[in-house]
C-alpha cells in the first residue's frame, strides 16, 4: 500500500475515537470531576470508548491505549491530561507503536489551563473541561496522518562561549569523535574563570587548575577555536544550521605572532585594563589577554593606538597587520551549544552601598584581581584610595540579587564566594578583621557547609543584616550603618575596604545571540530551558542547547556539570547522524492556486517561490508556521494539521450553551 | 446582566504565550474559569474566518496571543500578525464588534502575564455585556 492510498483509506474509514482522561493523581482530578468528563465525552459522535486512568503516561495508562486500539480499531486517540510541550512525544510514540500514525493523536490540556488554575472551582472546572474535551473531539474526527521527514545531520557542533562551561561542552564532543567549531567573542577562551584567584570549596587557584584543561582544549583535534569572533547570523533547522561568524580584527597575523610580547614592551600607550583587570592594572595599546592565554597572541585596541609604528618595528615577524579587516567564515553544523555566560551585576548606576561615590567600595570581581598573585598587585591586598593594607573589611551580600529594586532571584554562588575570599584573607593577613554581612547565608552541596563551619572557626564575623546608610569619613575608611536582627542592635561598623559580593546577570551580547536563534528569553532575562527539571539544558528548538550561566546563575562545578550535559545531549544528534523534523508544512492546491504570489514575500524562510505560473513550496525550508496561508486569497493554501476546518472545528464548539 | 458570564477564546502560539499559560497552570496563578485556548504554531496562523466564526458562534470575547515582537519563533510571523489583526478590528468596527478582539503579546516567562491579560479581558468584555450574536447562535 503506498502513502497515498493508506492517506485515502484512512479518510473513507469510519472515524472511531478513543479518549483518555488522565486524573493525574489528584492534579486533575482534584479540581475536575473526570468520571463526569468521560461519561459526557461518551455521548459525542466518532467517541467509541471514553475511560478515566490514574496517570494515562505510565505504563500501565500507555498499554491501556495501545490495546484499545487493537481491540476496539480505534483510528484516532485523544488525551486530556498535561500539556503537551512536555508529553506529546510520549504519546505520539505510544499510538504509532500500536500501528497508529502519530499525527492522529489529538491532546487536550486540563491541566495547566483547567485544574491548576482553577483549583477552588470544581464545578465551572468541570464544565470547562468537558468543553475543552468537546473540541479536541470536533478536532479529532478531522486529523490527517502526515509523515514526518528524516534529515540528515551535519556531523559538526557549534559552541558558542569559551568560558568553563563552553570549553567542557567542545571536549566532551570532541571527544566523542566530532568536530567542534568554539566561538568566543573576548581574544581569549577561558571566561571569567580565568579571572579569579582561588576557587571554593577547595581553595585552589583557579588558573591552575582551569590553563592545564585551556590548553587541552587548543590541543584537541576536533576543537577549532575561533576567538575573538561573534555570532553575525544563524540560519536552519536541527541538523542543519547555517552559522555566519564575524571575525574581529585583531590587526596581526595570528598564525605568525607568537606571543612574545615584544610588541607590548615597545608600545608607549598605556590604559587602565578593564577587560580582565576590572580597571585596577593596565595594559598597553598592543598587548596579549593574559599570561595563560589561550590562544597566546597579540591585539591591538584601534580606539587609543596612536599609530606611532614602534609595535611594527619590534615585531621580528612582521605580525602586526594595521590595515586588517573583520572577515566573515560560513559553517554547516548540526547542532548548537550556547554557553555565553555572565556579566556581574553593575552597582554604579544606582550607587549601592556607596559604591562609585567612596573610592573604598568596590565588587567582588575587583577583589579577586586585587588578591590574585598575578594581578596587577602582585596579590597584595590595597585600598584603592591609599594604596594601604586594609585592616578592617566587610563584604556585603546579595548585592544585585535577592532585591526587588534590580534583580529577585538568587545568584547562588555569592555566599560560597565571600567565604572563601573572607578565608583567603585570614590565610594571608591573619589580623585582619573580616566581617560578612548577609540576610542569609546559602550553602548547599558537598563540602560547602563545612566550608561555612571553617570561616567561623577562622573568626570571621557575620552580621546577619546588610548596611542600611554608608558613609565614608575624613579617613577614606567607610561607616556602615547595619541593624543585626540577631541581637536587634544598630551596628556602626567602620571599615578600611568595603567588598560588594555582586550577583550575576545575563550580559547583553548573550541577547544579541538569544535573539538570533530565537531561544525563549526566561523572566529573569536568562535564556529558558525546555523544562526545568525534565530538560533542564534543552531549548524549546531543537538542536540547541544551553549551559552554565547561560540558563540561570550557577557555580563552577554545576556549569561544568551542564557543559557535559549539553555535549551529551547534542551529540545524540551528531552519533545518529539524522534528525526527524515535524511533518507540519504547507500544502497548496494546485486546482485553486491562481499563482497571484501574495503569499511569496509572507514566508520569512523563503520556501515559496513561483515556477511557470505555479506556486512552488520547498517542504524542506518551511517550518509549518501558517503565515502564508492566513496571506492566501483563494484559500489554495493549507496547513497540514492546522487545516481551516480542523481549527475551525474546535471554534465551533468551544461554548455548549446549556448541553453542559 | 449581572449573572452575565462571558465566553473568551483565546489563540495560543505553541512557542510563547501557550508556554506562558502553562507557567500560569504551573505557578498555580488562579483566573477566571471563562477561558478557552486553541493552539496554533503561529499566532499568524489565525485568519479573520476564525474570528468572525467565532463571533457568529456566540463567543464574547477574542484573544490572539503571540511572541513578543522580536521574539517570534518564526521571526516576523507575529509582525503579520499585528497588521492583520489591526484590519480585523477595523473591519468589526462596522459591526459593533471591535472591544471583542484583542491582541496580547505573551512571553513563555509570563505566567503572571498570561493570568492578569485573561483576567483583566473577561472583565472588559464583562461590563460590554453578550455578543449580540449570542442569542441567534443559541437557537441554532
Known amino acids: 500500500m503506498t502513502e497515498q492510498e493508506a492517506i485515502t483509506n484512512e479518510e473513507s474509514e469510519e472515524v472511531r475515537i478513543g479518549a483518555f482522561i488522565c486524573e493525574c493523581g ?117 486529523l490527517e496522518p502526515l509523515q514526518s521527514s528524516e534529515v540528515p545531520v551535519t556531523d559538526a557542533a557549534l559552541v558558542i562561549g569559551a568560558g568553563v562551561t563552553g570549553m567542557q561542552a567542545a571536549m566532551d564532543i570532541a571527544d566523542m569523535g566530532h568536530k567542534v567549531y568554539l566561538v568566543e567573542q573576548g581574544p581569549s577562551i577561558g571566561g571569567k574563570m580565568a579571572q579569579l584567584d582561588k576557587t571554593f570549596p577547595t581553595n585552589d587557584c583557579s588558573i591552575c587548575i582551569l590553563g592545564p584543561k585551556m590548553v587541552e582544549v587548543a590541543r584537541n583535534e576536533n576543537i577549532e577555536i575561533m576567538s575573538y569572533s561573534e555570532i553575525d547570523e544563524v540560519d536552519g533547522y536541527v541538523g542543519n544550521f547555517k552559522v555566519k561568524v564575524k571575525h574581529k580584527p585583531r590587526y596581526l597575523n595570528i598564525d605568525e605572532c607568537t606571543g612574545c610580547g615584544l610588541c607590548t614592551e615597545k608600545c608607549p600607550v598605556e590604559v587602565p585594563y578593564v577587560e580582565f583587570d576590572e580597571g585596577i592594572g593596565t595594559r598597553k595599546a598592543i598587548y596579549t589577554p593574559f599570561p595563560q592565554a589561550v590562544p597566546l597572541r597579540a591585539l591591538v585596541d584601534k580606539s587609543i593606538c596612536i599609530d606611532c609604528g614602534a ?350 | 446582566m449581572s449573572d452575565f458570564e462571558p465566553d473568551i477564546l483565546t489563540f495560543c502560539c505553541n512557542w510563547c504565550s501557550y508556554a506562558g499559560a502553562d507557567l500560569a497552570g504551573v505557578s498555580r496563578l488562579q483566573y477566571p474559569t471563562n477561558n478557552r485556548i486553541i493552539r496554533v504554531m503561529c499566532s499568524s496562523r489565525i485568519e479573520p474566518i476564525h474570528i468572525l466564526e467565532a463571533l457568529k458562534e456566540g463567543t464574547d470575547g477574542i484573544l490572539v496571543t503571540g511572541c513578543h515582537i522580536g521574539d517570534c519563533h518564526y521571526i516576523e510571523g507575529n509582525i503579520h500578525t499585528d497588521e492583520r489583526m489591526k484590519e480585523i478590528v477595523d473591519a468589526l468596527e462596522h459591526l459593533g464588534l471591535k472591544d471583542r478582539l484583542h491582541l496580547e503579546w505573551v512571553s513563555a516567562a509570563e505566567g503572571k502575564k498570561f493570568q492578569e491579560t485573561i483576567t483583566d479581558f473577561v472583565e472588559k468584555i464583562r461590563a460590554l455585556g453578550p455578543n449580540p450574536l449570542k442569542e441567534k447562535a443559541k437557537e441554532e
Open chain 1, 26 to 142: 489528584v492534579n486533575i482530578a482534584g479540581a475536575v470531576d473526570c468520571n463526569a468528563v468521560a461519561d459526557y465525552i461518551s455521548t459525542l459522535p466518532n467517541v467509541v470508548t471514553s475511560v478515566v486512568n490514574k496517570y494515562t503516561c505510565s505504563d500501565a495508562g500507555q498499554a491501556e491505549i495501545k490495546n484499545a486500539i487493537k481491540d476496539l480499531n480505534l483510528n484516532r486517540v485523544l488525551v486530556a491530561s498535561c500539556t503537551p510541550k512536555t508529553h506529546e512525544p510520549i504519546f505520539r510514540a505510544c499510538v504509532e507503536e500500536a500501528g497508529l500514525n502519530q499525527y492522529l493523536f489529538e491532546f487536550v490540556n486540563i491541566r495547566e489551563h483547567c485544574s491548576w488554575i482553577h483549583m477552588w472551582e470544581k464545578e465551572d472546572a468541570t464544565k470547562k473541561a468537558k468543553e475543552l474535551v468537546r473540541m479536541g473531539v470536533a478536532r479529532a474526527a478531522l
Open chain 1, 311 to 660: 609595535c611594527i618595528k619590534a615585531c621580528e615577524r612582521g605580525a602586526i597587520d594595521m590595515d586588517q579587516q573583520e572577515t566573515f567564515s560560513e559553517l554547516d553544523v548540526g547542532v548548537i551549544v550556547v554557553s555565553a555566560g555572565f556579566d556581574v551585576y553593575d552597582p554604579e548606576p544606582n550607587h549601592d552601598f556607596g559604591f562609585g561615590l567612596y573610592d573604598n567600595v568596590i565588587t567582588t570581581m575587583e577583589f579577586e584581581r586585587l588578591i590574585n598573585a598575578s594581578g596587577p598587585t602582585m596579590g597584595k591586598v590595597v585600598r584603592p584610595s591609599d594604596v594601604k593594607p586594609p585592616k578592617r573589611i566587610g563584604f556585603v551580600q546579595c548585592v544585585g540579587s535577592r532585591d526587588k529594586n534590580s534583580n529577585i532571584y538568587c545568584s547562588s554562588f555569592c555566599c560560597m564566594a565571600s567565604l572563601k575570599n573572607a578565608q583567603l584573607l585570614k590565610e594571608k593577613y591573619p589580623d585582619t578583621e573580616v566581617y560578612i554581612m548577609y540576610m542569609d547565608m546559602r550553602t548547599p552541596f558537598r563540602m560547602y557547609e563545612e566550608f561555612y563551619n571553617r570561616a567561623r572557626d577562622m573568626g570571621i564575623r557575620f552580621i546577619r543584616g546588610r548596611p542600611a546608610e554608608v558613609t565614608e569619613n575624613e579617613d577614606h575608611n567607610i561607616i556602615a550603618r547595619i541593624e543585626d536582627t540577631l541581637t536587634n542592635e544598630i551596628v556602626n561598623l567602620e571599615l578600611d575596604l568595603m567588598v560588594l559580593s555582586v550577583g550575576a546577570v545575563s550580559p547583553e551580547s548573550t541577547e544579541t545571540v538569544r535573539q538570533i536563534l530565537k531561544v525563549s528569553r526566561a523572566a529573569d532575562g536568562f535564556m529558558m530551558e525546555a523544562h526545568p527539571k525534565l530538560k533542564p539544558v534543552d531549548t524549546t528548538l531543537d538542536g540547541i542547547f544551553i549551559g552554565g550561566m547561560t540558563q540561570g546563575p550557577k557555580d563552577i562545578p554545576y556549569s561544568i556539570s551542564q557543559g557535559s550535559a549539553c555535549a551529551a545531549r547534542a551529540t545524540r544528534f551528531l552519533a545518529q547522524g539524522k534528525a526527524l523534523t515535524e511533518g507540519i508544512t504547507a500544502k497548496v492546491d494546485e486546482d485553486i492556486c491562481v499563482a497571484c504570489g501574495v503569499c511569496v514575500p509572507m514566508c520569512p524562510f523563503q520556501a515559496l517561490s513561483i515556477e511557470d505560473d505555479k506556486l512552488k513550496i520547498l517542504t524542506a525550508l518551511c517550518k509549518g508556521c501558517g503565515t502564508c496561508m492566513a496571506a492566501c486569497p483563494t484559500g489554495a493554501l493549507e496547513q497540514s494539521h492546522f487545516k481551516n476546518e480542523q481549527l475551525l472545528a474546535q471554534v465551533k464548539n468551544v461554548f455548549a450553551y446549556g448541553e453542559v
